[in-house]
Protein backbone atom coordinates (compact mmCIF):
# COMPACT_ATOMS: atom_id res chain seq x y z
CA UNK A 1 0.00 0.00 0.00
CA UNK A 2 2.77 2.56 0.88
CA UNK A 3 5.00 1.32 -1.85
CA UNK A 4 2.30 2.12 -4.21
CA UNK A 5 1.64 5.51 -3.19
CA UNK A 6 4.73 6.43 -3.10
CA UNK A 7 4.84 5.45 -6.98
CA UNK A 8 1.40 7.29 -7.53
CA UNK A 9 2.88 10.78 -6.23
CA UNK A 10 6.21 10.04 -8.42
CA UNK A 11 4.00 9.75 -11.35
CA UNK A 12 2.21 12.78 -10.11
CA UNK A 13 5.20 14.99 -10.05
CA UNK A 14 5.90 14.21 -13.38
CA UNK A 15 9.66 13.90 -15.32
CA UNK A 16 11.98 16.65 -14.86
CA UNK A 17 12.85 16.75 -19.01
CA UNK A 18 10.91 18.90 -20.59
CA UNK A 19 10.29 18.63 -24.35
CA UNK A 20 7.62 19.35 -26.33
CA UNK A 21 4.21 17.57 -26.90
CA UNK A 22 3.69 15.55 -30.04
CA UNK A 23 0.88 17.92 -31.48
CA UNK A 24 3.86 20.51 -31.05
CA UNK A 25 5.93 19.13 -32.82
CA UNK A 26 3.69 18.30 -35.90
CA UNK A 27 2.62 22.31 -35.86
CA UNK A 28 5.81 23.76 -35.23
CA UNK A 29 6.64 23.80 -39.00
CA UNK A 30 3.35 25.49 -39.56
CA UNK A 31 4.10 28.53 -37.58
CA UNK A 32 7.68 29.45 -38.42
CA UNK A 33 8.08 32.43 -40.24
CA UNK A 34 10.79 32.39 -43.15
CA UNK A 35 12.04 35.67 -45.16
CA UNK A 36 9.47 36.90 -47.88
CA UNK A 37 9.43 40.05 -50.38
CA UNK A 38 6.98 42.06 -49.21
CA UNK A 39 6.84 43.62 -52.91
CA UNK A 40 8.54 42.68 -56.57
CA UNK A 41 11.97 43.29 -56.00
CA UNK A 42 14.06 43.29 -59.75
CA UNK A 43 17.63 42.13 -60.49
CA UNK A 44 20.28 44.23 -59.34
CA UNK A 45 17.76 46.24 -56.12
CA UNK A 46 19.35 45.97 -52.58
CA UNK A 47 17.29 44.00 -49.99
CA UNK A 48 15.72 46.93 -47.43
CA UNK A 49 13.41 46.30 -44.37
CA UNK A 50 10.81 47.95 -46.80
CA UNK A 51 10.98 45.47 -49.44
CA UNK A 52 11.46 41.88 -47.48
CA UNK A 53 8.85 40.98 -44.75
CA UNK A 54 8.60 37.87 -42.18
CA UNK A 55 5.60 35.64 -42.82
CA UNK A 56 4.75 32.40 -41.91
CA UNK A 57 4.72 29.53 -45.28
CA UNK A 58 3.61 26.31 -45.83
CA UNK A 59 6.66 25.09 -46.32
CA UNK A 60 9.60 26.03 -43.88
CA UNK A 61 12.34 23.45 -45.04
CA UNK A 62 12.70 25.49 -48.22
CA UNK A 63 13.10 29.36 -47.18
CA UNK A 64 14.99 31.03 -45.35
CA UNK A 65 15.12 31.23 -41.84
CA UNK A 66 14.03 34.62 -40.23
CA UNK A 67 17.70 34.62 -38.08
CA UNK A 68 19.18 35.27 -41.49
CA UNK A 69 16.75 38.58 -41.70
CA UNK A 70 19.69 41.20 -41.06
CA UNK A 71 22.49 39.58 -42.96
CA UNK A 72 20.33 39.61 -46.20
CA UNK A 73 19.92 43.52 -45.40
CA UNK A 74 21.61 45.35 -48.29
CA UNK A 75 22.35 42.02 -50.55
CA UNK A 76 21.93 42.58 -54.34
CA UNK A 77 19.01 40.20 -55.87
CA UNK A 78 20.79 38.15 -59.28
CA UNK A 79 16.95 37.95 -60.95
CA UNK A 80 13.57 39.26 -60.16
CA UNK A 81 11.59 38.04 -56.91
CA UNK A 82 7.69 39.01 -56.91
CA UNK A 83 5.17 39.55 -53.98
CA UNK A 84 5.56 36.78 -51.23
CA UNK A 85 8.29 34.45 -53.05
CA UNK A 86 10.97 33.49 -50.51
CA UNK A 87 14.11 35.13 -50.25
CA UNK A 88 16.57 32.41 -50.29
CA UNK A 89 20.66 32.53 -50.75
CA UNK A 90 20.71 31.01 -53.96
CA UNK A 91 18.58 34.48 -55.21
CA UNK A 92 21.19 37.03 -53.99
CA UNK A 93 24.55 38.08 -54.90
CA UNK A 94 27.43 37.52 -52.73
Request: net charge positive; glycine share 2%.
Amino acid sequence: MLLRDIRRVEDLMGNSKIKPHIKEITQRKKNFRSILAKKDIKKNDKLTISNIALKRTSNYAASLSPKYFYQVLGKKVKKNIYVDEKILLSKLKK
